[in-house]
């Protein structure tokens, strides 16, 4: 299948043709004219976005998301490659499982997808995982995380980090240390009082992920932070990066422009861990972002279905889907705050996490030769975000009723065209390889 996509502004601002085939990026010059014709009319073209943080629900909660539905709203997101969080039932903790989810996103051929797998069997926070034989799986897992829950076992931790340094591999921590966080239901502080909602002390956070950083540089291993939320966060990584410890970070778009506040009316849909912080941490984690001490954003995008989501804020599941206005957020908080440039944003939502992954075949720059995983948008539509027209299954968006900049027109995976004019394409059976 051939392509070439017309009139595509770059980067750099100059517009150009690209042409497209056997998944790869051909040629890029002006009158060209090969094969199937897409019109960019002067659009944005970019490497396709990479998501470490993806919750997809299957198996075992097919009615809050499944791997198909998942992946076309990653698609819809401009998403090219996602990495599928291990707390599925069963949990991703063994080679079966994280070979069942990497089949499914072959099949839906919509983004690759990526399973991570569990540190800890059955997230347990007891035993190591089958860690080695899910490296050596057909899905070829190089992250493990027990995300959704914290590796809160100082030597568990260093054991994982110490196996996982033998092939490369990085566990990716959900820093919560349980002890301080029990029966917390959002940030502790003024909002938390006021509210009379147990809160959930910064410290429960920064310090695992003082520990962590310490044990990294102890063992010489690869630690990512998932989802950074505090200013102190931030301090402590800026600490870590400049002892030369091998340390990522990720923030998520929410709390890049959301705060405890929102809290106030009891709304579930902004319930989230870790939760939603005050202006002076969202202001820490753009500055982060900006400068580089965060790598990469990760949507954490977590659906749940509506019973868990609509009922009394003490009662209801943490968590907000974020793969389809996770681009818009980012533009929002960073890019129309004059914080970060366009080529900025694709290092921190593409090539950073590519790279940190491994995903060879993602976050490349535009150029000839580059595997054509990539997406065009437009940066000066301005798009009202509506729940009902979400492709993810759940639909507890923070965002409904908004007003978002940029949308994403088109998305190609691995050369084919799976999303036109924002609409997904049904590109049949396995549009990826
Ligand atoms: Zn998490």
Redesign the pocket.
């Known amino acids: 299948m051939e392509f070439t996509i017309k009139n595509a502004r770059m980067l750099d601002g100059a517009i150009v043709d690209v042409e497209i085939a056997n998944g790869l990026i051909k040629n890029i010059g002006s009158g060209l004219n090969n094969g199937e014709i897409l019109d960019a009319e002067k659009n944005l073209l970019i490497p396709g976005l990479v998501d470490l943080h993806t919750h997809l629900r299957e198996p075992g909660r097919e009615d809050s998301e499944t791997v198909a539905t998942g992946s076309a709203a990653a698609a819809k997101g401009g998403f090219t490659a996602i990495s599928a969080m291990a707390n599925t039932f069963p949990v991703a903790d063994t080679a079966g499982v994280v070979e069942q989810v990497y089949r499914l996103g072959k099949e839906a051929g919509l983004c690759d997808v990526f399973p991570i797998g569990a540190v800890t069997q059955g997230l347990n926070g007891n035993k190591l995982a089958e860690l080695g034989a899910m490296a050596n799986s057909k899905a070829q897992v190089r992250i493990f995380s027990d ?2 829950k914290c590796v809160s076992d100082p030597l568990l931790m260093r054991r994982a980090l110490e196996y996982v340094k033998t092939f490369n591999g990085i566990i990716a921590q ?1 820093a919560q240390e349980p002890a301080l966080t029990v029966g917390s239901q959002m940030n502790e502080g003024i909002v938390s009082s006021k509210l009379g909602l147990a809160g959930w002390p910064a410290v429960a956070e920064e310090a695992i992920i003082a520990r962590d950083i310490l044990l990294a540089e102890h063992v010489g291993s690869r630690l990512h932070i ?2 950074l939320t505090t200013a102190g966060g931030v301090d402590l990584v800026r600490f870590a990066k400049a002892r030369g410890i091998q340390v990522t970070a990720e923030v998520t778009p929410h709390h890049l422009l959301l705060t405890d506040d929102l809290v106030s009316n009891y709304d579930p849909v902004f319930k989230v ?1 870790p939760p939603l912080r005050t202006q002076s941490d969202v202001i820490a984690l753009r500055k982060g972002l900006a400068d580089g001490t965060i790598d990469i954003v990760g949507t ?1 995008h977590a659906p749940h279905p509506t019973e868990d989501k609509d009922c009394e804020w003490q009662s209801a599941a943490f968590g907000m889907v974020g793969l389809e206005t996770a681009l818009s957020v980012v533009v929002k908080s960073m890019i129309d705050t004059k914080l970060m440039d366009w080529q900025t944003l694709v290092n921190r939502m593409s090539i950073a996490p590519a790279k940190i992954a491994g995903y060879s075949k993602h976050g490349q720059d535009v150029a000839k030769g580059s595997s054509a995983n990539l997406t065009i948008v437009d940066t000066s539509a301005n798009w009202i975000v509506d729940r009902n027209t979400l492709a993810s299954k759940s639909k507890n968006t923070p965002f409904q009723g908004m007003t978002l900049p940029a949308q994403v027109l088109h998305t190609f995976l691995n050369g084919e065209l799976v999303l036109r004019d924002s609409k997904i394409i049904k590109s049949g059976i396995g549009g990826s390889n």
């Open positions: 995300d959704g959900h998932c989802h861990n954490d």
